[in-house]
């Protein structure tokens, strides 16, 4: 089905609120499933995947005083790391590593549930940073894979697009890049977008369900708030 | 001409956020020349756009299908329209309603056959279509029957319809919405965000109005010709300009409002700018007088004409008046305010202490009237298409003192008070509007919206002081990713100065018509009709050139619209 960018955003904005996440990580999770649409480099089941890992326990967040140091991994121990908890976090230091005691240090997160998902928070980071963020893993079957984010723009250093999709957990290191790539392989342009996105209904069914979530019935009380009510429409 | 001189920057004259961004002052807002209609008839007028009808098929009881195609100079645009048999129990003007009287898609090019037999499956459905990226906006509207069968049954039997008929409703049809920007599929704004037609907030859709405002016209003479071919007339050109769009709005546009800081500061401090640049003039020249006097005159006659049912309404329209006679006396012909320097400045600072806030705000939009020069330009830049960044290096410290320097509004509600948090916001299942609960009563508060930017700013506030000064907001957020979208937040208000509705929105003295008013004064509208204080009626391009009309050299003089005066009518 058709869907456009801004449904996608809003929509899997409000499926991460529901599924228990702060409203300001679903405002991440949103951007960066806006962007990786609007690429047309991997799949929004990747982030419905991310959404059914914390909604049904098997991913969780991380040790913050490990994390400041630039060590996340998954707290309790033996669940998966959640990407949509982790990498606006993730994105944060790195940027931010200049004005710290970091350097260009490297960031390492322990058995990340989806790892797409921080490969696009890092891209959307990137935007308005006047330096790159690298992210790199090893996508099981795939290989490694290495791709920089500059300024909006994706290069994939190592491994192939459809390496991206790749379902597996996996560690993911990050670090602070000072130079643009050569060669940028896939460029999202926020200001021109393709026609149209198309996603199969059963994926953004599963997206939308967690949304409803956050709906509230209707009572005759609400319905007497509405724009509308209590007047007889003889208008 | 003298009239660029100014005695003082405009910044200096500029009026603080913390005065204009009160919901009081922001529910007396009126239109002004920056208001989007009011923007796009000028483009339309100044490039020359044309309208054409190119098909109508529309039977005996006016239903049917028609087509109306816009030429910029740049591309086309076009309205498909679909008339239907609504059955009387599916009337109604809620949102939630499922059949409408007509239904609308603004179609991005001219649609093929093709295209309109699609439309014609999903359009009627509205919220239940699904659409693609060739369409920009989806409306719908239903008949005023106060109104559209008087118009039909006087044209039918070769009479004008009673102007005070006309005056009194305003419209013979009211949309119940208008959606855009991606909605249920349609074409993000970052599709045609560069194109400088639709560059500005809101003018697809406000040029989707015009179009079913021009629909609507035609369609009432259709229905009256196919009823008397023979005797029938057209509508009086005079009682179809005093004809615009109603709408009713609601709950749905206030959450709006609260998430999208950086577009709403644009908008007021686009005004705040004008008016500073006006109260910064130096003299007021005599045709600048003249024309200020003129829209004054113009204005008192609007006001005198603006009746409403609501008690607190009629109350603030009688201080208008009231207000509107003192400018009137204050501005006449010798008057010693022109004697002195700064003569606009003098006359806003006595109104300040004489006038009502909803006089003020009405003398904003008079004193920007007379200098387009000075004024239009600012309305080129009021959209928003990127996106803030978040800078997780500043430090805690850093934070803190943005917060209590631009927040201090927000830090001052006193939440032990129930009552300052008496509403909560939520989605409802009806159709995923937006509605405002009682906390304490009503169900749902675990799933409110979190919009309740001085809640959320005082524990920002409060978590803020509990870590080391020195601490990055990337380490602090990691503790408290629960703040992440108010500390964001906060980095954009520190930026933006009129980001902020500066009053505690789920407070029980929040009145959520004030928030209506200030964003539907940005889009133009007119007549502003409060059914309680959570919604309002509310007139679209009333006085508004008709589409032969765009051409003409006074097609951007229709605010403050007054009812015709026209010859004795036949009315039925």
């Known amino acids: ?235 | 001409m003298t009239a660029q001189a100014l005695t003082v920057t405009p910044e200096a004259k500029m009026r603080p956020p913390a005065e204009v961004m009160r919901l009081a002052r922001m529910g007396a807002s009126f239109q002004t020349r920056i208001s989007f209609m009011r923007r796009l008839i000028r483009r339309m007028h100044r490039e020359r756009w044309r309208i054409e009808r190119t098909r109508f098929d529309l039977d005996d009881e006016g239903y049917g299908t028609a087509l109306y195609v816009v030429t910029t100079p740049e591309r086309c645009y076009s309205l498909v329209c679909f008339a239907h048999y609504l059955e009387p129990e599916h009337r109604t003007d809620r949102v939630i309603a499922e059949a409408w009287d007509a239904t609308f898609s603004l179609f991005d090019g001219v649609p093929t056959d093709a295209d309109i037999d699609r439309l014609a499956k999903q359009t009627p459905k509205q919220e239940a279509g699904r659409f693609q990226a060739s369409e920009l906006v989806m409306s719908r509207a239903n008949k005023s029957l106060r109104l559209f069968g008087r118009v039909v049954d006087s044209l039918a039997q070769g009479g004008q319809p009673d102007p005070d008929a006309i005056d009194a409703v305003g419209y013979l049809m009211r949309t119940t919405a208008v959606y855009a920007n991606g909605k249920f599929g349609m074409a993000d704004r970052t599709r045609y965000a560069d194109r400088p037609e639709l560059a500005p907030p809101y003018q697809a859709e406000m040029l989707t109005v015009y179009l079913i405002r021009g629909f609507t016209l035609d369609l009432v003479e259709h229905l009256a010709r196919r009823r008397a071919p023979d005797r029938a007339v057209t509508l009086d050109r005079r009682l179809k300009r005093h004809l615009g769009i109603g709408n009713a709005t609601g709950l749905g546009m206030a959450p709006f409002l609260v998430s999208h800081p950086v577009l709403i500061h644009n908008w007021f401090h686009a005004r705040e700018t004008a008016l500073a640049k006006v109260r910064s003039l130096e003299v007021a020249t005599p045709d600048r007088r003249v024309r200020f006097r003129a829209l004054l005159a113009q204005a008192e006659r609007h006001v005198a004409e603006w009746n409403v049912d609501d008690e607190l309404q009629t109350a603030r329209i009688a201080a208008l008046r009231e207000g509107l006679r003192l400018l009137t006396e204050w501005t006449a012909e010798g008057s010693e305010i022109f004697q002195g320097p700064a003569p606009w400045d003098a006359l806003y600072r006595r109104a300040e202490g004489a006038v009502s806030i909803e006089g003020q705000e009405l003398l904003v939009s008079l004193l920007l009237e007379p200098y387009p020069e000075l004024i239009d330009e600012l309305g080129e830049a009021l959209q928003v298409d990127r996106e803030e960044a978040f800078d997780p290096s500043m430090t805690v410290a850093e934070m803190r003192a943005i917060v209590d320097r631009h927040y201090a509004w927000a830090l001052a509600v006193d939440f032990g008070d129930p009552r300052e948090s008496q509403y909560f916001w939520y989605y409802s299942t009806e159709k995923i509007e937006p509605r405002r609960g009682a906390r304490r009563d009503e169900p749902g508060a675990e799933k409110e919206m979190q919009i309740a930017v001085a809640r959320d700013v005082q524990a920002l506030r409060v978590a803020l002081g509990e870590r080391p000064g020195d601490e990055i907001m990337a380490a602090f957020l990691m503790r408290h990713a629960e703040l992440r979208h108010v500390a964001r937040r906060v980095q954009i208000g520190a930026r933006y100065a009129y980001a902020e509705i500066q009053d505690n929105i789920i407070a029980a003295s929040c009145s959520p018509i004030d928030i209506l008013r200030g964003k539907l004064a940005f889009f133009g509208v007119s007549k502003f009709d409060p059914k309680s204080d959570l919604w309002t009626r509310i007139t679209m391009y009333q006085g508004a050139p008709l589409d032969d009309e765009l051409d003409r050299g006074d097609a951007d003089d229709w605010c403050f619209p007054v009812k015709p005066v026209i010859e004795p009518c036949t009315s039925h």
């Open chain 1, 1 to 235: 089905m058709h869907v456009s960018l801004s449904e996608i955003q809003t929509t899997v904005c409000k499926a991460a609120v529901a599924v228990g996440l702060p409203l300001g990580l679903g405002e991440d999770a949103g951007r960066a499933a806006r962007w990786m649409m609007a690429s047309g480099v991997g799949s929004l089941a990747a982030f419905v995947d991310a959404l059914d890992a914390l909604d049904k326990g098997r991913s969780t967040g991380f040790d913050a005083d490990r994390a400041i140091a630039g060590d996340f991994g998954p707290k309790p121990a033996g669940r998966l790391l959640s990407a949509l908890r982790a990498g606006p976090s993730a994105c944060d230091l790195v940027a931010s590593a200049p004005s710290t005691d970091l350097g260009y240090g490297r960031i390492t997160l322990t058995d990340v549930d989806v790892p797409i998902v921080i490969l696009f928070e890092a891209l959307v980071a990137s935007a308005d940073m006047d330096k790159g963020q690298c992210v790199a893993w090893n996508a099981g079957r795939g290989g490694a894979i290495e791709a920089v984010c500059w300024r909006g723009s994706l290069a994939l250093i190592k491994g192939a697009p459809e390496d991206l999709l790749a379902t597996d957990s996996a560690k993911i290191t990050m670090h602070l890049v000072a130079r643009k790539p050569r060669g940028l392989a896939i460029t999202v342009d926020r200001r021109i977008q393709r026609d149209a996105v198309e996603i199969d209904e059963a994926t953004w069914r599963r997206v939308t369900t967690y949304g409803d979530r956050l709906l509230v019935e209707a009572t005759e009380t609400s319905r007497l708030t509405g724009a509308g009510a209590g007047v007889i429409d003889t208008d």
